[in-house]
C-alpha cells in the first residue's frame, strides 16, 4: 500500500475475511496510524523505513508457547543486523532491538487463538533503515550506524529470509535453542539497573525469561516475574 494507518490492522482484517496464506506481507510506504506495544504508537518517516506486517499461521504452536513467535523475531532481526555487519545488537526484552544502545526496530506481535493452539499470528515490524533524525535521542537507524543508505526491497528480503530460517526452527520445536540465543543477547541481563514497577523504583538484575515470556528480576537475592505491563526499564 502507498499509503495506511496500520500494516497490522490491516492484516488482522484481511487474515478475519479472507483465506490468505501464511506469508502474506502487508507493507506501506507511509503508516499514518502506526501502533506499537503498550498501545503507544509507531512513527516512521515516509519512504525513509520498513513498515510492514506478516500473517503467519502457527497452527503448531501451543498457546502456552506463544512466546516464542516474540524469540523468533528477535532473532531473525538480530541474524539480519548481523548479516550486515552490525555490532552491539541487544534484544530489550521482550523485542526491541537495540544497536549500540538505540531503537532500531520495534515489534508488534497480534495473535489470534482457537482452543489452545494459535491460529493467526500478525507480526508487525517497524525497522528504521535511511532515516537520520529522530524525535527522540533513544531512536536510531541502520544507515546511522552504517553511513550509506540500503534498499528497502533488499533489507525486506534478506530480514524476511531471516525470519524464516528461525520460523522453521521453531516449526522443527527447536525451543532451546531458540531460547538459548534469545537470552545471550538478552539487554542488560546479568547486570545490575533500575526498574520501575507499581511497588517504585529498585535495583536488579534480569535473570532471564519464564516460560510465558514473563521478565525474571533477581532483587536482593530473591525473583519476580513481570508481564510487559507491569515494569519499566530505567538506567
Ligand atoms: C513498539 O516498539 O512499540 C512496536 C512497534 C511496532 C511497529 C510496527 S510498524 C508495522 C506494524 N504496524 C503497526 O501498526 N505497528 C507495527
Known sequence: ??????????AL??????????????ITDNQTAGRGQRGSSWQAEAGKNLTFSIVLKPVFLEV????FLTVVTALAISDFLREKMLDFITIK??????????????????????????QTAVVGIGL?????????STAGSIAQFL???LS?????????SCLEARYLQLRQGKFDVLK?????HLHWKGEQHFFETEQGVFSGVIVGVDEHGRLAVEVEGKLAFYDVKQIRFLK
Open 13 to 26: 482484517e484481511l487474515s478475519q475475511n479472507s483465506a490468505i496464506a501464511e506469508g502474506t506481507i502487508v
Open 128 to 136: 528504521n533503515v535511511n532515516q537520520i533524525h529522530f524525535p527522540v
Open 147 to 149: 553511513s550509506h543508505e
Open 1 to 10: 500500500m502507498p499509503e495506511c494507518h496500520s500494516t497490522n490492522t490491516l
Open 64 to 67: 502456552k508457547n506463544q512466546f
Open 152 to 160: 528497502l526491497n533488499d533489507v525486506l528480503s534478506g530480514l524476511v
Open 93 to 118: 526484552w521482550p523485542n526491541d532491538i537495540l544497536v549500540h544502545e538505540k531503537k532500531i526496530c520495534g515489534v508488534l506481535i497480534e495473535n489470534q487463538v482457537q482452543g489452545r493452539a494459535l
Open 180 to 184: 538459548h540465543e534469545y537470552l545471550l
